[in-house]
């Protein structure tokens, strides 16, 4: 089959590789219909994410037709239309069981890495380094789906793979960072991000009974998209300081939750940011944290801070004393999909609630370079790219 490897910092290709196959009782072989670039994929290809290799296929968000499954698969049957969360539950462990499906035990063959790095091992992602259990990705035309019950959704009929393809990840990834806010009528969320996961950060929030959303951005089409897509209020980072803004905005006392939805490679104005951007680049630092340290100290007092932007290692100069003396509950983690898809997916269907709008872009596998130089360089108003693998 063909599949969109990575080749090198910053370079994807097109490759030829073995269709997968079952390994094991609980895995299905989906058909990918259309799969996305996600903001994720960009700290991969940037080299900020080690143990990528040569010939990984990236991608991890995606839906598919169902084309075979193994012995112990029940829910599931060829020719269903599903969508995958992008993390890999088991299903059955400890963490599992509690509906946090990207702490699972089980689904990272190779634990050894993030056992290092973050205590103990976190769960498997499709096309996300072998830190994360080195997974075929889905930018290609057919994708294994291990624990297939857990992880795999049939798409309810009638909804087309648009509406329903950011229930894999960006939807439920924005959703979680609103839900971690635990939101009360009346309160006003802050996010910070205008891509795919902020977008939908700021439904959720709405969602969830938020009388007012204000968007953070620099890009005039993101920001645009957030007050007439996603009905929030905007801020200019560029034009503002957003401290004051927000102070303003809010009577004074700040917004109760703030969603950073940037993570690691944030840009920024102030001197921070300059400290940050040199210390990254010799590898002093692995993360820049411009965004959550604006988020913290924006921050209401006993309001709440949820990231759900992807941070891999260390950062500094981060704000522990207003933090702490603030009495700030911070929330965050990899998206728990599968703990979130089935309501989405009734959202969608309902009406309630349509991802679509992130698609601004196509492309073919083939065009997978130029797809994601032009989701990089945020080139003519991209939001997202999606894939639609020819079979
Ligand atoms: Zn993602
Ligand atoms: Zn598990």
Redesign the pocket.
């Known amino acids: 089959m063909q599949a969109l490897c990575y080749q090198g910092v910053n370079r994807v290709g097109i490759e030829t590789v073995p269709d997968p196959e079952i390994l094991g009782p609980h895995d299905a072989i989906l058909r990918v219909t259309m799969s996305s670039v996600c903001g994720s994929d960009l700290h991969l290809l940037d080299g900020y994410v080690p143990t990528m290799r040569q010939g990984d296929i990236i991608g991890h968000e995606f839906i598919g037709e169902v084309v075979e499954v193994a012995t112990d698969v029940k829910k599931l049957r060829p020719g269903m239309r599903v969508v995958v969360g992008s993390i890999i ?5 400890f ?2 069981q509690s509906e946090q ?1 990207s702490l ?4 990272n063959p190779n634990p050894e890495i993030t056992d290092k790095l973050f205590g103990y091992p976190t ?1 498997g992602i499709y096309g996300y380094s072998h830190a994360f259990g080195g997974f075929a990705g889905s930018h290609a035309t057919y994708v294994r789906v291990p624990f297939a019950d857990t992880n795999a959704f049939e798409v309810p009929d009638g909804l087309p793979d648009e509406r329903a393809l950011f229930a894999s990840d960006a939807l439920p990834t924005g959703y979680m960072g609103a839900d971690l806010c635990n939101i009360q009528r009346g309160d006003v969320v802050a996010v910070w991000g205008c891509g795919g996961v902020g977008q939908m950060a700021i439904l959720s929030a709405y969602l969830l009974g938020a009388e007012r959303v204000i968007a953070i951005d620099r890009f005039p089409e993101r920001l645009a998209m957030a007050r007439d897509r996603a009905g929030a209020e905007i801020l200019d980072y560029e034009q503002v300081d957003v401290r004051e803004a927000l102070r303003e905005m809010t009577g004074g006392r700040g917004p109760d939750a703030c969603i950073d939805c940037v993570g690691m490679e944030a840009h920024g104005t102030g001197i921070d940011y300059a400290y940050d951007r040199v210390k990254q680049a010799v590898r002093l630092e692995t993360d820049r944290p411009t965004v959550l340290r604006q988020a913290i100290l924006a921050c209401r007092k006993g309001g709440t801070v949820s990231i759900m932007g992807v941070y891999g290692g260390f950062v500094d100069k981060f704000p522990m004393g207003a933090a702490m003396n603030k009495g700030l509950t911070l929330k965050m983690g990899q998206q728990h999909g599968q703990r979130y898809i089935p309501r989405l997916l009734e959202h969608i269907r309902k009406g309630e609630l349509d991802p679509s709008y992130l698609i601004t872009h196509r492309a073919r596998l083939a065009d997978g370079q130029e797809a994601y130089d032009t989701f990089k360089e945020k080139r003519d108003g991209c939001m997202r790219v999606v894939f639609t693998p020819e079979a």
């Open positions: 539950g088991c299903g059955h462990c963490f599992c499906y699972c035990d089980n689904t769960a």
